[in-house]
């Protein structure tokens, strides 16, 4: 038989696609949600839309843990799929129950969020992280 074939790219540069792709979505997703929630709270509460009924406080908390805890573990490379998925969710819910009658133009950075934290779920966050061991070449 023939000899195998891989289309899996070397280590590093798929590294630091994922590193790239961590870094870029969880710093734009803080900075443009996350941190002014967090710096108008008061604020926040008044306007934040309650899908579900949870009361604006408990909307709030969840989108802050979402939008601006959740990116900077991602960030580090800390339980990343695990913190994806409150962003993924939170993400859902913003683009299909508060914004239904959004076009794709009108919710694109949402859907590119979207698109962003689900392929780093899937993917995990490559070996550029904090707390990942060296690898030795053998």
């Known amino acids: 038989m023939g000899a195998r074939t891989s289309l899996r790219?070397?280590?590093?540069p798929l590294d630091f696609g994922l590193l790239f792709l961590r870094i870029a979505g969880s710093f734009m997703l803080f900075y443009v949600h996350g941190l002014?929630?967090?710096?108008?709270?008061?604020?926040e509460l008044t306007v934040i839309e309650d899908p579900f009924g949870f009361g604006p406080a408990l909307s709030l908390w969840a989108a802050i843990f979402a939008e601006a805890l959740c990116p900077l573990l991602i960030a580090a490379g800390v339980f990343t799929r695990?913190?994806?998925?409150p962003v993924i969710g939170v993400l859902l819910v913003a683009m299909l129950a508060v914004h239904p009658d959004w076009s794709i133009a009108e919710g694109q950075f949402g859907w590119l969020l979207l698109v962003i934290f689900t392929s780093i779920a899937l993917c995990g966050p490559g070996n550029w992280r904090l707390g990942a061991q060296a690898r030795t070449a053998d």
């Open 36 to 43: 002014p929630k967090l710096m108008h709270y008061a604020h």
């Open 82 to 85: 695990l913190a994806c998925l």
């Open 9 to 12: 790219l070397p280590t590093p």
